[in-house]
Structure formats: structure tokens, C-alpha cells
């Protein structure tokens, strides 16, 4: 049986690997952030909300991540009503990896599920990952599991209150994959924009 947990700091081996494997790199094990994560484990504090990394576990092993966060970077652009608007509605996958000999079991479908149910609960507006232009399984996946790619130099637009704004396309050899998650929000297109339409 697989149950989904919030990592804890003796998962710090298992997270390390599969951080490693969703990143394509080697996590330098006395890195900053595994030093956090091996004193508080998968929930920290940081500016606009929290980082989460919540795990897979099968038969008493972390098989599966995925490592959500607000995108600080973006929030801390915008103007300061933005912000306050925006703060914990919108999140960012950072990471999601599934240990080889776990894939195609489902594993990285249940942990997006989590991530967007934990949102939706909390009135997010949408969930987007950034996504390797050269890998085209991940692309794959995310466009499977009904995220919207964002691969041509189109933003998307939506509604806050203090007015319009966008999320644009990167330019930096990766895709922006995005979803609305509250129920009968979708996202569509013009030949000008990607659009967030509210139920």
C-alpha cells in the first residue's frame, strides 16, 4: 500500500535522490536547503506562504516527491497589492520525481492530485510547473494530467481584483505547464493570450 505524507527529516536520503533526479543534477548534500530540511522537515516557512514537499511511501519506502512553494520570485515583482492578493493562491512545482522502479504506477498523478487539493482547499487559483523544453515525457505527463503548456511567447492573463495581470512564457530553455483548480475554472486561448475563465 502507498500512502502520501509530508516528508519528514529521516526521509533526508530518499528526498536528496529524488530531488537529484527531478533537477537532472547531483544535490550537493550539505547544500542550504537540506540543511533546513534536515532540522524542519517538508514544511517551512518562507515569504507568500510555505514550502511543502510531501512523499510517496510503498512498503516502508519514499518511492515518490513532489516540492511546492509560492513563486517568490514572481510575487515579489508584482506591486504589494498584487501580492496581497495573490498570497497563497498561487503555487509552483519545484520538483516531482518517482524513483525509477516506481514509474507508471500512478505515483506522480497521486502527488499532483495532493498538491492541487491542498490549493484548492486554501482558494488557489492555479498550480504551474516549469517544465524542460527537452524532455518531452514530462511534457507529456503534465499535458496528460490537464496542464496547459505555455511554449510559445503568449502569456497567460487572468483577474485579480486590483486589475489584470500575467504569467509569461519563459524564455530559458523551459515550458511553463499550468491548471486552474478550482472546479469550472479552465483555461483557454486566443492567438494573443492563454486566459484563466472563472466558473
Not at 501580492?83 to 502527488?111: K, S, W, Y
Amino acid at each position: 500500500m502507498t500512502v502520501i505524507r509530508l516528508a519528514t527529516p529521516p526521509d533526508l536520503t530518499a528526498v536528496r535522490e529524488l530531488l537529484g533526479i527531478a533537477l537532472h543534477d547531483t544535490i550537493d548534500p550539505t547544500s542550504p536547503a537540506l540543511k533546513i530540511f534536515k532540522k524542519r522537515g517538508g514544511r517551512v516557512a518562507v515569504p507568500f506562504g510555505q514550502s511543502l514537499i510531501h512523499v510517496t511511501e510503498t512498503a516502508g519506502n519514499v518511492t515518490g516527491l513532489i516540492h511546492t512553494a509560492p513563486p517568490v520570485v514572481w510575487l515579489q515583482s508584482l506591486p504589494h497589492a498584487l501580492t496581497q492578493i495573490l498570497q497563497g493562491r498561487v503555487q509552483q512545482i519545484e520538483a516531482l520525481a518517482v524513483a525509477p522502479e516506481h514509474r507508471r504506477t500512478g505515483t506522480a498523478t497521486r502527488l499532483i492530485d495532493t498538491a492541487e487539493k491542498l490549493l484548492r482547499k486554501q482558494r488557489g487559483i492555479f498550480n504551474f510547473a516549469k517544465v524542460r523544453a527537452d524532455d518531452p515525457a514530462a511534457l507529456a505527463f503534465y499535458t496528460r494530467v490537464g496542464y496547459t503548456l505555455l511554449t510559445d511567447q503568449r502569456p497567460l492573463v487572468f483577474d485579480t481584483k486590483a486589475g489584470p495581470l500575467d504569467l509569461a512564457k519563459l524564455d530559458d530553455g523551459y515550458h511553463v505547464a499550468v491548471k486552474a483548480v478550482q472546479p469550472g475554472t479552465t483555461i483557454g486561448e486566443t492567438k494573443y493570450c492563454y486566459y484563466l475563465t472563472p466558473a
